[in-house]
């Protein structure tokens, strides 16, 4: 299993550079000058020409990426255009409050899709399964923007119970995780109770009820971990969505993260930024990638098996 | 204590009149129609029948375990010791479940949960039903893997890691984990192949001797029947068309439809060229004959056949029969 893990750390780095390639060169070939926004009413010719050479804009295509990575792999995001300061800098103040936004977001559609959906998959024909289906439903089809902005409305402005802007505080996280979460929640839901309706009527649950297990442990003990693997397939395949999704989520909420400073800077061309923020996205939906096989692997022995984590 | 009361004490297992349908939004499978069965204290009853008798959703409705929601039982009572099934809450269910009565499942393959070791899935009924600790449980287990003839080490493997003919065996160790009163063995050895079958079969009726098991042995094979039954009941379309002990059933046949299974056995030692299987298809339990459900295939059909459902006769004390032929009017005997 250690061996899996190192093994798979190794190849996320050519995934990674991949990535960093590909936004890297649409970058280098969105038209317009970048010492235009760096130096605006104090653009010349000779500033212009001056200020490429110190930042290396004026060698081959090939060399500027080179660069690129070899300063990357020594952790230097290199300098935004605009504050002149390190983008690492500003990566690192900025990317907890994303990192705590997806995570409020995936403890909401976790903690609550999940039982929901073992609660209606063990009872398919209920009232509360048939409810929170369509809700689920409803879930899947709401636009971030417009439910957090409802919720907004209703929370902040006319209840007054929970702030609107920010991340300062738990209460001001409940409103973005749940504006951000529910769609993957209801996704997580749906697949729970897809998967958990069709393991309970797999042969070995009756041999469990056959030998005097009780409902309780029926569903807990033999259906969940059977159930699970789809489900965490959605939540992993969902973290780069939610990444996605955190953009709109922290502009609606006003909150300084990583999303927020991508459309920022991308507006004002600050390539450097920009480039920093998607290579970190992409290192974090990598891991998540690992973290969802390592989970695998401990639900379902065949898989353990096949890593290479031998008998047990 | 009323006499009535004793008698039924004797037997491990009474089923009555017992009816069950698949009810579904566009058809009804009509499983069980009308099934007895009595297995007294230590005896083993053989219950034989074509594929889709219903002897499988018979044997379920003894653990309360037909299948929710389209499983309906319509009508009947299952006895265990003289106590309803149907009448017990979920907790006395989960106490005879696995302790006094336990099934090994038809098939091997799907019936171990591939997520837990073999070991854990044995050891869990004991841990029920025995309140010992899960040490405990885990040595048990190991002992009953080493009594169906697997090593003990094997214990903290996976069900992929066996073979079929390993799993059925595991699946018997689950059902004997707390030597039940009775045992159901639904077609314990169709999933094997023919050497390990006999070996499979020994095995179970071993420990059936060694622990004074009851049993119920479902199979369509009468060679199985012959050597660990003392009784047998026929199934056809869901009622129970034939019973009686071994005598009776191989010497005496009655029904047709169990002579028809007779004829259809190859037959080694007369060297029988041709085989005569039954002619027909078995009915369709969505859309069963009118009458007497074997009369579409039956060479002895009268008119009264496709009429009326012919009652139980009883022909000696051991032995009865659900045919029209046996009508106390009628000459025309087998
Ligand atoms: N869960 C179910 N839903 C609907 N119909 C079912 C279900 N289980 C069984 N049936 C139907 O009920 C009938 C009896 O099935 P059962 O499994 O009891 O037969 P069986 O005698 O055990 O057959 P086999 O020898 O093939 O195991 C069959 O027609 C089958 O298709
Ligand atoms: S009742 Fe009639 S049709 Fe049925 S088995 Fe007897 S003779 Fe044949
Ligand atoms: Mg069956």
Excluded at chain 1, 276 to 285: K, Q, S, Y
Excluded at chain 2, 223 to 241: F, L, P, T
Aim: with cysteine.
């Amino acid at each position: 299993m250690f061996k899996f893990v190192v093994k798979r750390l190794f190849a996320m780095i050519p995934i990674i550079l991949a990535v960093t390639f590909v936004v890297f060169t649409i970058m280098y070939f969105t038209p317009g000058d970048p010492t235009n926004v760096i130096l605006g009413n104090e653009w010349s010719e000779t500033a212009s020409a001056q200020l490429k050479a110190e930042l290396g804009l004026d060698q081959s295509f090939i060399m500027q990426f080179f660069h690129y990575v070899k300063n990357l792999v020594q952790g230097n995001f290199g300098m935004s255009y605009i504050t002149r300061a390190p983008v690492g800098d500003q990566l690192l103040a900025r990317f907890p409050n994303t990192l705590i936004v997806v995570a409020g977001a995936m403890v909401f559609c976790v903690g609550v899709g999940v039982p929901i959906g073992i609660y209606s998959g063990v009872k398919p024909y209920s009232l509360f399964s048939n409810v929170t289906m369509v809700a689920g439903l409803l879930g899947v089809s709401l636009p971030i923007f417009w439910l957090g902005l409802l919720l907004i409305l209703l929370f902040s402005v006319q209840l007054g119970w929970l702030p609107s802007s920010g991340l300062d505080s738990f209460a001001s996280l409940i409103l973005p995780s749940l504006a951000l979460g529910s769609n993957y929640m209801a996704n997580v839901m749906r697949t729970t109770r897809s998967s958990m309706l069709e393991v309970i009527r797999q042969d070995y649950i009756r041999t469990a009820k056959a030998k005097g297990v009780n409902e309780r442990n029926v569903v807990l003990k033999h259906a969940l971990q059977n159930a699970m693997m789809p489900t965490i397939t959605v939540i992993g395949m969902n973290i780069g969505a939610l990444l996605g999704g955190v953009v709109l989520t922290e502009t609606v909420f006003s909150i300084p993260g990583t999303g927020r400073l991508l459309v920022e800077s991308i507006n004002k061309r600050d390539t450097p930024t920009v480039l920093g923020c998607l290579v970190i996205m992409a290192v974090c939906v990598a891991i998540s990638n690992l973290v969802v096989d390592i989970i695998y692997a401990y639900i379902d022995p065949r898989i353990k098996a096949q890593y290479g984590g031998g008998k047990g | 204590m009323d006499i009535k009361k004793v008698n039924e004490q004797e037997n491990t297992l009474e089923i009555k009149n017992l009816v069950i349908h698949y009810i579904s939004d566009d058809e009804v499978v009509k499983a069980v129609n009308g099934v007895n069965i009595t297995i007294k204290a230590g005896k083993t009853l053989g219950l034989v029948g074509e594929t889709g008798a219903g002897k499988t959703t018979t044997a379920l409705s003894i653990l309360n375990l037909v299948p929710e929601p389209q499983g309906k039982i319509l009508s009947g009572e299952v006895l265990l010791e003289g106590r309803s099934v149907f009448s017990m809450n979920p907790l006395e269910l989960e106490e005879v479940r696995g302790d006094k009565v336990a099934m090994i499942f038809q098939d091997p393959m799907t019936s171990l949960n591939p997520v837990h070791t073999v070991g854990a899935q044995i050891a869990e009924s004991i841990a029920i039903h025995r309140k010992v600790s899960k040490q405990e449980a885990l040595k048990q287990a190991k002992e009953m893997l080493e009594l169906v003839g697997i090593p003990g080490e094997r214990a903290n493997e996976y069900p992929y890691q066996f073979s079929g003919g390993m799993k059925q065996r595991v699946v018997i160790a689950i059902a004997l984990a707390c030597s039940p009163d009775l045992l159901i063995a639904d077609e314990p050895t169709t999933a094997l192949d023919v050497t390990i079958q006999a070996q499979v079969l020994k095995l179970i009726n071993e420990l059936r001797q060694k622990y004074h098991m009851s049993m119920l042995m479902i199979t369509h094979d009468l060679g199985i029947v012959a050597e660990v039954c003392d009784e047998v009941s026929i199934a056809y379309a869901g009622r129970i068309i034939e019973h009686g002990n071994l005598e009776d059933i191989f010497d005496h046949m009655r029904h047709p439809y169990t002579k028809g299974l007779f004829d259809a056995l190859p037959d080694i030692e007369a060297r029988r060229s041709e085989l005569k299987p039954i002619k027909g298809l078995m009915p369709d339990p969505t859309n069963l004959p009118t009458g007497c459900p074997f009369h579409p295939r039956c060479d002895y059909a009268m008119e009264i056949c496709s009429q009326s459902l012919p009652q139980t006769k009883w022909i000696s004390e051991t032995h009865c029969v659900e045919c029209h032929l046996y009508n106390d009017t009628n000459e025309s005997r087998l």
